[in-house]
């Protein structure tokens, strides 16, 4: 090959990015702050013999009971077992007693089931205990909550940053990641406001971000919008969505609103402590798959409008 021909082929090549790059959204192309996972567990899944993907979340029959009293007891699961794969946004919805938030506690490896099994990215960690079961809900797992369960005497940044901090992170790093990822929720000029000179939708964003912050392959919410009027439950359903298809990370939503579970891939079905229906993949699942190439390209989610 001559000189002239691999000089022809590079520029064929340069152009071909560029033309990438400019295909992409406005706000993919231009220099937003960035948000990405320090690590990219949730865009692969774990091998297993066979060649077989193993999911990010799995539970094998799991039965959980919680006694009352010497003879009151309520049996919150019977025997659950859901699968579900990285990149996922997943709603758990069911009535009130049906064991939806007892999956997400044993999910989130804050409680053990009294029978059966989870893994958390293939690895098994109901028998875990200790620092082990500390760091895997420091690191792998983020959680969001109806009440937002933020700091009231912490500014935003310093809720954020909080997280990071007891993981092992320091200070100064939090504080940057912390800055960045406000920034990402549309928070970046209030990030030094305390929750209560925020809205219900902004304080929620600023639990989005510290959910995030360690970059966690899951992140689990309970009730996320429970709290919220429907404009700012609107804009925190499609803030979760996007943060989901531009980072890939897998989002597990408990709720009771349907127009969250609209926004999700699939839906899981819980009664009487039983999954009743896995849910159908939804088209849009093909669409997430995708979203990872453009983060580990480089691009990361853009800052969203804070009106709520």
Known sequence: MT??????????????????????????????????????????????KGDLMAPVIRTTGVAKRYKLGKDNQVIALRGASVAIDAGEMVAIVGPSGSGKSTLMHLIGCLDAPDKGSVFINGRRVDNLSGK?????????????????????????????????????????????????????????????????????GQQQRVAIARALINSPSIVLGDEPTGDLDSSSSDE????????????????????????????????????????????????RTAAVRPATDARDAGFSPSPVAASC
């Open 3 to 48: 000189l002239d021909s691999l000089r022809a082929e590079a520029r064929a090549l340069e152009m071909r990015d560029c033309e990438r790059v400019s295909s992409l959204p406005a706000h993919r192309a231009t220099a937003a702050p960035r948000y990405r996972p320090r690590t990219v567990r949730n865009t692969a899944h774990t091998t297993t």
């Open 132 to 200: 082990a079961l500390t760091k895997v809900r420091a690191t792998e797992i983020g959680f969001i909550f109806q009440g937002f369960n933020l700091i009231t005497t912490l500014s935003a940044i310093d809720n954020v940053a909080l997280a990071a901090e007891y993981a092992g992170v320091a200070r100064r790093e939090a504080l940057e990641r912390a800055r960045e990822l406000l920034a990402v929720v549309g928070l970046a000029d209030r990030r030094q406001h305390l929750p209560s000179e925020l809205s219900g």
């Open 236 to 283: 925190i359903i499609a803030l979760m969505r996007q943060l989901n298809v531009e980072t890939g990370t897998t989002f597990v939503l408990v709720t009771h609103n349907p127009e969250v579970a609209a926004a999700c891939d699939r839906t899981i079905s819980m009664r009487d402590g039983m999954v009743a229906d896995h849910g159908l993949a939804d088209c």
